[in-house]
């Protein structure tokens, strides 16, 4: 919805590590109402980044950028030391899986729900992804396995189940980072706990991007911004952060 700033560039990014930084990046989806205020924060690979912060901070707008969705009015981001302004979208976007609890689930098979994705995986590349996505437990419980129509047809899925669909998938096509969208609305505490678990089943062979909405999703992670007012208003561990930040001390301690 705004002035032309869509000009990305041409050169693909190949062989990605999963490092981004963004650079004193100002974003607005309107003129002269800034949304993004001389951000800068990194992202190292495979690490697993948190972010948390009020409604309305920024947080899905820096993941907009990061998937190159938008692009910074001013100030650049970088994807292991290359400019955006250099680098095509799709390349940029073929390195990313978003992981969200609206993952589009098709009137079909699990298994065919899968390999949407990755028309040639076999069963065993399926099934690993499924037990790593920790759906396993879930599929084996249908009346037909991998072979049950999911979907308008068939059992329908919850937010967390969808959400793990969208990690098997993920780990099909393989890319190196991974951003997860925490939905508002809270998941169940045993949904909870396998998306914990499914996190910690890709730590340290992709970078992990997280917005949480519950904290106990990042308690382990490398690094966590606080974002307000589309600024990184304090980071560190979770351990630092309730020492050392009040409003993130409160959060956390709502939460319980
Ligand atoms: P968060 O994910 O932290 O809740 P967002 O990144 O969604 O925050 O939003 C940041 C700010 O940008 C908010 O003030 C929001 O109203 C505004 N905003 C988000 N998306 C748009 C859009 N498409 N057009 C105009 N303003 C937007
Ligand atoms: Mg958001």
């Known amino acids: 919805n705004k002035f032309p700033k869509e000009k990305f560039g041409n050169k693909n990014l190949s ?3 999963g490092h981004i930084e963004f650079k004193d990046v100002n974003f607005s989806y309107e003129e002269n109402i800034p949304v993004l205020k001389n951000l800068n924060l ?5 690490e697993v980044v948190g972010f948390v912060g009020p409604s309305g901070a920024g947080k899905s707008t820096i993941f907009n950028l990061i998937s190159a969705l938008n692009k910074p009015d001013s100030g650049e981001i970088l994807f292991d030391g ?3 302004n250099e680098l095509t979208k799709d390349s940029i976007r073929g390195n990313l899986s978003v992981i969200s609890q609206n993952a589009y689930i098709f ?3 699990i298994e065919d729900n899968l390999r949407i994705i990755k028309k040639n995986a076999t069963k065993k590349e399926i099934e690993k992804a499924c037990k790593m996505a920790c759906l396993d ?5 249908l009346p037909n396995k991998y072979k049950t129509i999911v979907g308008e047809g068939g059992v ?4 967390g189940q969808r959400q793990r669909i969208a990690i098997a998938r993920a780990l099909l096509l393989n890319t190196e980072v991974l951003l997860f969208d925490e939905a508002t609305s809270a998941l169940d505490n045993e949904n909870q706990a396998k998306i914990k678990k499914a996190i910690d089943n890709l730590v340290k062979d992709h970078t992990i991007i997280i917005v949480a909405h519950r904290l106990s999703t ?16 304090d980071e560190g561990t979770h351990k630092s952060l309730l020492i050392k930040n009040e409003i993130y001390k409160t959060l956390y301690e ?3």
Do not use: C, R
């Open 15 to 17: 062989k990605f590590k």
């Open 42 to 46: 990194e992202v190292l690979p495979n």
């Open 82 to 84: 290359e400019s955006i």
């Open 107 to 109: 009137n079909m098979s």
């Open 137 to 141: 437990e879930f599929i084996e419980s």
């Open 156 to 159: 329908t899925l919850s937010g």
């Open 218 to 233: 990042i308690i382990d992670a490398d690094i966590i911004y606080l974002i307000d007012d589309g600024q990184v208003v």
């Open 254 to 256: 709502n939460e319980e």
